[in-house]
């Protein structure tokens, strides 16, 4: 009899998830263990534990996903360390620039990534919870019962239904960059029969950071007109759909073309950013940023080139120049914004304020970007964008802060 041999073979993708449910199994079994060793101690000792205090509770909770968050975070960990009011402060990444403040007050634990992280944030006791991470209650992370408030923030100053389905829906608040935002997170609320929640404006803390810091940013000497490639990353990022078509001519020009990639993207586009950079490698007009601020990149830029990404209000916004969009036709379905069958604030705005530049223009793109001069009408349309979507100015950290403190102490003056 002829003997077969049976090889199970798992795929990659199938592997990494598998891997990825086991380690979060794993902690979410650590954590829970934790628990019930607590309580056991508890009931042991004799004593009720509704009359102890959870040495585990804090009133003041932030959780940072990445760096990239940093300059969002850091106004709001200055105030409450300011004020000398304790608040733990969690984060995935190991290399955060929380660790090199020596603050007193604001103390910083790594907690891992991914299902390491949800597993020990599912499990918290806090008064209040702030985060940009979306997707509470729909993905892994999950409200813990024993957290009275959980709240967003946007980290961006664009629209707030640009989140995956249902990104925001079990929030208690989501605090805004500006007011214009709050329409279409109440719309959404009614069409899916979801409690209101509690919608703060408090401006944009990481636009204040770069606002502060960009002043200090000396002028370029012997400045060679520049262009900013600045976009977002998937099938509908500019770099991803255009490539070569669109820096080909760029360099062509002579200017300084500096491209900067979505930090999504040397997670997820790795081998294409490998291949334009390998193109690219002996021509010395092209420069890559993959610095963790932007501002170097957009004090040297005339001009900014880029998709829906919002990076293009921080440039409007922060240096008041010109802006070119390449229409990627962005497919909303997975998007909350989907659901409210209208054109985004952002896209309206854009095309009042921008400059289209189509596929069709790429091959006399120098001829197109000198005709792009700047105007009055667009001058306008910037400062009315600026003032709509960047609300509260300078004071994003002040007021998060506020609000934080103001709803803790609330919740401890009505048990």
């Not at 009133?59 to 850091?74: A, M, P, R, S, T």
């Not at 969690?90 to 007193?104: G, I, M, R």
């Not at 002579?254 to 900067?260: D, L, N």
């Not at 080139?305 to 120049?321: A, H, M, Q, R």
Request: include cysteine; aromatic fraction near 12%; charged fraction near 25%.
């Amino acid at each position: 009899m002829q003997a077969f041999d049976v090889t199970l073979y798992i795929d990659p993708g199938t592997g990494s998830m598998l891997f990825s449910i086991l380690i979060g199994a794993a902690a979410t079994l650590f954590f829970l263990a934790k628990a019930a060793l607590i309580k056991l101690k508890v009931f042991f000792s004799g004593k009720k534990s509704g009359n102890q205090i959870d040495s585990s509770h804090k009133d003041y909770v932030i959780y940072n996903e990445g760096n990239q968050y940093w300059n969002l975070f850091k106004p709001v960990l200055e105030e409450f360390e300011n004020r000398k009011i304790p608040l733990s402060y969690l984060t995935s990444s190991k290399t955060d620039p929380v660790f090199e403040q020596n603050y007193q007050f604001v103390k910083p634990e790594f907690i891992g990534e991914g299902n390491v992280a949800f597993a020990k944030l599912n499990m918290l006791s806090a008064g209040f919870v702030l985060m940009t991470t979306p997707g509470l209650q729909v993905y892994q992370l999950k409200r813990s019962k024993n957290v009275f408030h959980y709240s967003h923030v946007l980290h961006m100053p664009n629209d707030a239904t640009t989140y995956r389905l249902f990104g925001l829906d079990y929030f208690d608040s989501v605090l805004l960059s500006g007011d214009y935002q709050k329409e279409d997170i109440r719309t959404l609320e009614k069409m899916r029969g979801i409690k209101e929640k509690q919608l703060v404006t408090v401006g944009c803390s990481y636009l204040d950071v770069l606002s502060d810091k960009m002043s200090l940013v000396p002028a370029e000497e012997n400045h060679n007109f520049t262009v900013l490639v600045s976009p977002s990353w998937g099938n509908v990022g500019v770099l991803k759909r255009y490539g070569s078509k669109l820096l080909d001519p760029l360099v062509k020009t002579g200017w300084t073309i500096i491209v900067r990639p979505h930090p999504q993207s040397k997670k997820s586009e790795a081998d294409m950013l490998a291949a334009l950079e390998e193109r690219y490698k002996n021509d010395k007009n092209l420069e890559w940023d993959y610095n963790r601020d932007n501002i170097f990149s957009m004090k040297r830029a005339d001009i900014m080139i880029s998709d829906f990404s919002g990076i293009i209000f921080d440039y409007t916004f922060l240096c008041n120049k010109p802006v070119m969009y390449v229409n990627t036709d962005m497919d909303l379905r997975p998007y909350d914004a989907y659901d409210l069958n209208k054109q985004l604030w952002q896209f309206k705005v854009l095309e009042k304020m921008g400059i289209k530049l189509d596929e069709k223009d790429f091959d006399n793109i120098k001829e197109v970007i000198q005709n792009a001069s700047d105007s009055p009408e667009l001058a306008k349309e910037r400062k009315i964008a600026k003032e709509t979507a960047w609300m509260h100015e300078g004071k994003a950290g002040k007021n998060i802060a506020d609000f934080m403190i103001n709803t803790v102490t609330a919740q401890k003056a009505n048990k």
